[in-house]
Protein backbone atom coordinates (compact mmCIF):
# COMPACT_ATOMS: atom_id res chain seq x y z
CA UNK A 1 0.00 0.00 0.00
CA UNK A 2 1.11 3.49 -0.88
CA UNK A 3 0.40 6.72 1.46
CA UNK A 4 0.89 9.66 1.12
CA UNK A 5 1.82 11.40 3.91
CA UNK A 6 1.46 15.57 3.77
CA UNK A 7 4.75 17.68 3.82
CA UNK A 8 5.87 18.08 7.47
CA UNK A 9 4.77 22.32 7.22
CA UNK A 10 1.38 21.47 6.08
CA UNK A 11 1.21 19.09 9.18
CA UNK A 12 1.79 21.01 11.61
CA UNK A 13 0.22 24.04 10.17
CA UNK A 14 -3.08 21.36 10.59
CA UNK A 15 -1.83 20.23 14.17
CA UNK A 16 -1.42 23.81 15.13
CA UNK A 17 -5.00 24.64 13.70
CA UNK A 18 -6.53 22.14 15.77
CA UNK A 19 -4.64 22.99 19.04
CA UNK A 20 -5.91 26.19 18.20
CA UNK A 21 -9.41 25.38 17.95
CA UNK A 22 -9.59 22.43 20.84
CA UNK A 23 -7.96 25.91 22.86
CA UNK A 24 -10.62 28.11 21.87
CA UNK A 25 -13.22 25.38 22.77
CA UNK A 26 -11.85 24.71 25.85
CA UNK A 27 -11.26 28.36 26.66
CA UNK A 28 -14.84 29.23 25.47
CA UNK A 29 -16.70 26.92 27.59
CA UNK A 30 -14.65 27.88 30.42
CA UNK A 31 -15.61 31.85 29.57
CA UNK A 32 -19.07 30.59 29.40
CA UNK A 33 -18.90 28.69 32.53
CA UNK A 34 -17.69 31.45 34.39
CA UNK A 35 -19.57 33.87 33.12
CA UNK A 36 -23.03 32.54 31.84
CA UNK A 37 -23.42 29.15 33.89
CA UNK A 38 -21.97 30.21 37.07
CA UNK A 39 -24.27 33.40 37.61
CA UNK A 40 -26.92 31.51 36.60
CA UNK A 41 -26.43 28.95 39.36
CA UNK A 42 -25.57 32.01 41.69
CA UNK A 43 -29.20 33.83 41.08
CA UNK A 44 -30.55 29.84 41.64
CA UNK A 45 -28.32 30.01 44.98
CA UNK A 46 -29.37 33.51 45.98
CA UNK A 47 -32.61 32.68 47.36
CA UNK A 48 -31.35 29.80 49.52
CA UNK A 49 -28.26 32.39 50.70
CA UNK A 50 -31.12 35.01 51.10
CA UNK A 51 -33.10 32.49 53.64
CA UNK A 52 -29.90 31.57 55.50
CA UNK A 53 -28.89 35.30 56.25
CA UNK A 54 -31.94 36.06 56.92
CA UNK A 55 -32.34 33.10 59.47
CA UNK A 56 -28.93 34.52 60.70
CA UNK A 57 -30.18 38.03 60.45
CA UNK A 58 -33.25 36.67 62.57
CA UNK A 59 -31.57 34.98 65.34
CA UNK A 60 -29.98 38.50 65.37
CA UNK A 61 -33.42 40.03 66.08
CA UNK A 62 -34.45 37.22 68.44
CA UNK A 63 -31.30 38.53 70.55
CA UNK A 64 -32.40 42.18 70.65
CA UNK A 65 -35.84 40.89 71.29
CA UNK A 66 -34.51 39.13 73.92
CA UNK A 67 -33.04 42.42 75.33
CA UNK A 68 -36.27 43.77 74.45
CA UNK A 69 -37.84 41.09 77.43
CA UNK A 70 -35.48 42.13 79.88
CA UNK A 71 -36.20 45.62 79.10
CA UNK A 72 -39.91 44.93 79.17
CA UNK A 73 -39.48 43.19 82.50
CA UNK A 74 -37.47 46.38 83.67
CA UNK A 75 -40.50 48.73 82.81
CA UNK A 76 -42.99 46.36 84.68
CA UNK A 77 -44.54 47.52 87.62
CA UNK A 78 -45.60 45.92 90.69
CA UNK A 79 -48.97 47.42 92.07
CA UNK A 80 -51.13 46.55 95.14
CA UNK A 81 -55.01 46.09 94.75
CA UNK A 82 -57.34 47.72 97.36
CA UNK A 83 -57.71 44.38 98.23
CA UNK A 84 -54.48 43.90 98.69
CA UNK A 85 -53.24 41.76 95.99
CA UNK A 86 -49.83 42.23 94.21
CA UNK A 87 -50.36 42.70 90.29
CA UNK A 88 -47.80 43.16 87.44
CA UNK A 89 -48.76 45.60 85.20
CA UNK A 90 -46.18 45.87 81.92
CA UNK A 91 -46.46 48.01 78.86
CA UNK A 92 -47.70 45.82 75.63
CA UNK A 93 -44.54 44.75 73.23
CA UNK A 94 -43.83 42.84 70.89
CA UNK A 95 -43.09 40.08 72.92
CA UNK A 96 -46.41 40.34 75.45
CA UNK A 97 -48.73 41.48 72.25
CA UNK A 98 -49.19 37.33 71.84
CA UNK A 99 -50.86 37.45 75.68
CA UNK A 100 -52.94 40.20 74.60
CA UNK A 101 -54.12 38.72 71.74
CA UNK A 102 -55.20 35.07 73.20
CA UNK A 103 -57.03 37.48 76.45
CA UNK A 104 -58.82 39.84 73.87
CA UNK A 105 -60.20 36.83 72.14
CA UNK A 106 -61.63 35.47 75.22
CA UNK A 107 -63.08 38.79 76.98
CA UNK A 108 -64.33 40.39 74.06
CA UNK A 109 -67.15 39.59 71.57
CA UNK A 110 -65.06 41.94 68.77
CA UNK A 111 -62.43 40.14 66.63
CA UNK A 112 -59.72 42.71 66.41
CA UNK A 113 -57.60 43.02 63.42
CA UNK A 114 -53.88 42.93 62.66
CA UNK A 115 -53.89 46.69 62.14
CA UNK A 116 -55.34 47.40 65.70
CA UNK A 117 -52.35 44.92 66.94
CA UNK A 118 -49.47 46.63 65.30
CA UNK A 119 -51.30 49.73 66.15
CA UNK A 120 -50.48 48.72 70.22
CA UNK A 121 -46.73 49.20 69.48
CA UNK A 122 -47.30 52.46 67.93
CA UNK A 123 -45.20 55.42 70.23
CA UNK A 124 -47.31 57.54 72.56
CA UNK A 125 -50.08 54.63 72.75
CA UNK A 126 -51.14 53.47 76.26
CA UNK A 127 -51.36 49.84 76.60
CA UNK A 128 -50.90 47.61 78.97
CA UNK A 129 -51.05 43.81 80.50
CA UNK A 130 -51.89 42.62 83.94
CA UNK A 131 -49.98 39.41 85.18
CA UNK A 132 -51.11 38.09 88.62
CA UNK A 133 -49.06 35.13 89.99
CA UNK A 134 -47.52 35.13 86.74
CA UNK A 135 -50.56 34.42 84.65
CA UNK A 136 -51.96 37.04 82.26
CA UNK A 137 -55.22 38.27 83.76
CA UNK A 138 -56.08 41.29 82.51
CA UNK A 139 -55.15 43.69 79.57
CA UNK A 140 -56.23 47.47 78.64
CA UNK A 141 -55.63 49.04 75.32
CA UNK A 142 -56.09 53.00 74.62
CA UNK A 143 -55.06 55.83 71.58
CA UNK A 144 -54.39 59.11 71.44
CA UNK A 145 -56.73 60.41 68.98
CA UNK A 146 -57.89 64.47 67.90
CA UNK A 147 -60.23 65.41 70.11
CA UNK A 148 -63.75 64.68 69.04
CA UNK A 149 -62.78 61.95 67.19
CA UNK A 150 -65.19 59.52 69.34
CA UNK A 151 -68.01 61.99 68.61
CA UNK A 152 -67.53 61.12 64.55
CA UNK A 153 -70.40 58.65 63.51
CA UNK A 154 -67.74 56.29 61.59
CA UNK A 155 -65.48 53.91 62.90
CA UNK A 156 -62.67 53.43 60.82
CA UNK A 157 -58.72 52.76 61.94
CA UNK A 158 -57.06 55.62 63.38
CA UNK A 159 -54.88 57.24 60.61
CA UNK A 160 -52.03 57.87 62.49
CA UNK A 161 -50.30 60.07 59.28
CA UNK A 162 -52.93 62.73 59.66
CA UNK A 163 -51.92 66.14 60.68
CA UNK A 164 -51.41 66.91 64.32
CA UNK A 165 -53.99 68.65 66.10
CA UNK A 166 -53.57 70.35 69.69
CA UNK A 167 -55.72 69.25 71.33
CA UNK A 168 -56.25 65.14 72.26
CA UNK A 169 -58.93 62.71 73.93
CA UNK A 170 -57.63 59.39 74.91
CA UNK A 171 -59.56 56.83 73.29
CA UNK A 172 -60.10 53.26 75.50
CA UNK A 173 -60.12 51.13 72.54
CA UNK A 174 -60.45 47.60 75.30
CA UNK A 175 -60.14 47.05 78.92
CA UNK A 176 -60.96 43.50 80.30
CA UNK A 177 -59.90 41.10 83.77
CA UNK A 178 -61.00 37.52 82.95
CA UNK A 179 -63.65 36.56 84.86
CA UNK A 180 -62.13 35.15 87.64
CA UNK A 181 -60.04 37.86 88.77
CA UNK A 182 -62.46 40.50 88.57
CA UNK A 183 -63.43 42.71 91.64
CA UNK A 184 -60.32 42.15 92.79
CA UNK A 185 -59.41 45.96 92.18
CA UNK A 186 -57.25 45.21 88.77
CA UNK A 187 -59.34 47.36 86.71
CA UNK A 188 -59.88 50.32 88.87
CA UNK A 189 -55.57 49.86 88.78
CA UNK A 190 -55.67 50.12 84.94
CA UNK A 191 -58.10 52.62 85.10
CA UNK A 192 -55.65 54.77 87.88
CA UNK A 193 -52.72 53.85 84.83
CA UNK A 194 -54.43 55.26 82.24
CA UNK A 195 -55.60 58.32 83.42
CA UNK A 196 -52.22 58.84 85.48
CA UNK A 197 -50.46 58.53 81.41
CA UNK A 198 -53.25 60.92 80.28
CA UNK A 199 -52.64 63.46 82.93
CA UNK A 200 -49.12 63.40 81.86
CA UNK A 201 -49.85 65.03 78.25
CA UNK A 202 -51.28 68.36 78.53
CA UNK A 203 -52.81 67.91 75.35
CA UNK A 204 -54.77 65.35 76.68
CA UNK A 205 -58.18 66.64 77.84
CA UNK A 206 -60.83 63.35 78.04
CA UNK A 207 -60.74 59.78 77.98
CA UNK A 208 -63.77 58.37 75.64
CA UNK A 209 -64.79 54.98 75.38
CA UNK A 210 -67.80 53.23 73.80
CA UNK A 211 -69.84 50.32 75.84
CA UNK A 212 -72.02 47.89 74.35
CA UNK A 213 -75.46 49.11 75.92
CA UNK A 214 -76.11 45.84 77.44
CA UNK A 215 -72.93 45.94 79.57
CA UNK A 216 -74.03 46.66 83.01
CA UNK A 217 -70.91 45.61 84.42
CA UNK A 218 -68.81 47.03 82.62
CA UNK A 219 -71.34 49.95 82.93
CA UNK A 220 -71.26 50.18 86.79
CA UNK A 221 -67.75 50.22 86.91
CA UNK A 222 -67.00 53.12 84.78
CA UNK A 223 -69.85 55.25 86.58
CA UNK A 224 -68.51 54.43 89.33
CA UNK A 225 -64.86 55.78 88.66
CA UNK A 226 -66.50 59.20 87.48
CA UNK A 227 -67.45 58.74 83.92
CA UNK A 228 -70.20 59.96 82.35
CA UNK A 229 -72.85 58.80 79.42
CA UNK A 230 -72.25 61.63 76.79
CA UNK A 231 -74.91 59.70 74.21
CA UNK A 232 -76.12 56.29 72.62
CA UNK A 233 -74.36 55.49 69.43
CA UNK A 234 -77.01 53.45 67.16
CA UNK A 235 -75.71 50.48 65.34
CA UNK A 236 -71.61 51.26 66.93
CA UNK A 237 -70.82 47.50 66.69
CA UNK A 238 -71.08 46.07 63.24
CA UNK A 239 -71.13 42.09 63.97
CA UNK A 240 -72.50 42.12 67.57
CA UNK A 241 -75.94 42.41 69.10
CA UNK A 242 -76.83 44.46 70.50
CA UNK A 243 -75.40 46.68 67.98
CA UNK A 244 -76.14 49.92 70.06
CA UNK A 245 -72.67 51.43 72.62
CA UNK A 246 -73.24 53.71 74.99
CA UNK A 247 -70.44 56.94 74.38
CA UNK A 248 -68.61 57.79 77.99
CA UNK A 249 -67.12 60.53 78.66
CA UNK A 250 -63.75 61.44 81.58
CA UNK A 251 -62.41 64.85 81.95
CA UNK A 252 -59.59 65.38 83.06
CA UNK A 253 -58.69 69.26 81.99
N1 LIG B 1 -70.95 45.24 89.30
C1 LIG B 1 -70.97 46.30 90.06
N2 LIG B 1 -69.87 47.06 90.34
C2 LIG B 1 -68.72 46.69 89.78
C3 LIG B 1 -68.60 45.55 88.95
C4 LIG B 1 -69.78 44.81 88.71
N3 LIG B 1 -69.79 43.73 87.97
N4 LIG B 1 -67.33 45.44 88.55
C5 LIG B 1 -66.64 46.44 89.11
N5 LIG B 1 -67.48 47.20 89.84
C6 LIG B 1 -67.16 48.39 90.61
C7 LIG B 1 -67.15 48.05 92.08
O1 LIG B 1 -67.46 49.22 92.81
C8 LIG B 1 -65.71 47.66 92.29
O2 LIG B 1 -65.27 47.83 93.61
P1 LIG B 1 -65.65 46.69 94.70
O3 LIG B 1 -65.32 45.37 94.09
O4 LIG B 1 -64.79 47.06 95.86
O5 LIG B 1 -67.13 46.84 94.97
C9 LIG B 1 -64.98 48.66 91.42
O6 LIG B 1 -65.81 48.84 90.27
C10 LIG B 1 -63.60 48.20 90.99
O7 LIG B 1 -63.70 46.96 90.37
P2 LIG B 1 -62.43 46.17 89.89
O8 LIG B 1 -62.28 44.93 90.69
O9 LIG B 1 -61.27 47.07 89.85
O10 LIG B 1 -62.84 45.82 88.40
P3 LIG B 1 -62.50 44.47 87.63
O11 LIG B 1 -61.07 44.13 87.79
O12 LIG B 1 -63.49 43.45 87.98
O13 LIG B 1 -62.70 44.96 86.11
C11 LIG B 1 -64.11 45.19 84.21
C12 LIG B 1 -63.91 45.58 85.68
C13 LIG B 1 -62.85 45.51 83.43
C14 LIG B 1 -65.26 46.00 83.64
C15 LIG B 1 -64.42 43.67 84.18
O14 LIG B 1 -65.72 43.46 84.70
C16 LIG B 1 -64.35 43.02 82.81
O15 LIG B 1 -63.28 42.67 82.35
N6 LIG B 1 -65.50 42.83 82.13
C17 LIG B 1 -65.51 42.10 80.84
C18 LIG B 1 -64.88 42.90 79.74
C19 LIG B 1 -65.62 44.21 79.53
O16 LIG B 1 -66.83 44.23 79.43
N7 LIG B 1 -64.85 45.31 79.44
C20 LIG B 1 -65.37 46.64 79.21
C21 LIG B 1 -65.79 46.78 77.79
S1 LIG B 1 -65.76 48.47 77.25
C22 LIG B 1 -64.18 48.69 76.76
O17 LIG B 1 -63.42 47.78 76.67
C23 LIG B 1 -63.69 50.05 76.48
Redesign the pocket.
Known sequence: MHSTLPPPEIAFNVALRQYIIAFCIYHTSFIYTIYIILPERVRRLAPRLYRVFSRHHRDHTSASALSAEEASAAVAEMQET?SGHQVQFQMVDAITLPKVRNLNSV??PVRYSGAFYKGLLHPGQFSQLAQYNNISV?TIACRSQPLGFADCSFTTMFDYNSPVPDKFELY??????LAPY???????LFLQNAVEFAFRDQNIVRIV???QID?D??L??YH??GFSTLRIVPHYYKNIEPSDAYLLEYRLR
Do not use: E
Open positions: ALFGMMTLGVRRLGIGRLHVNDARFKH
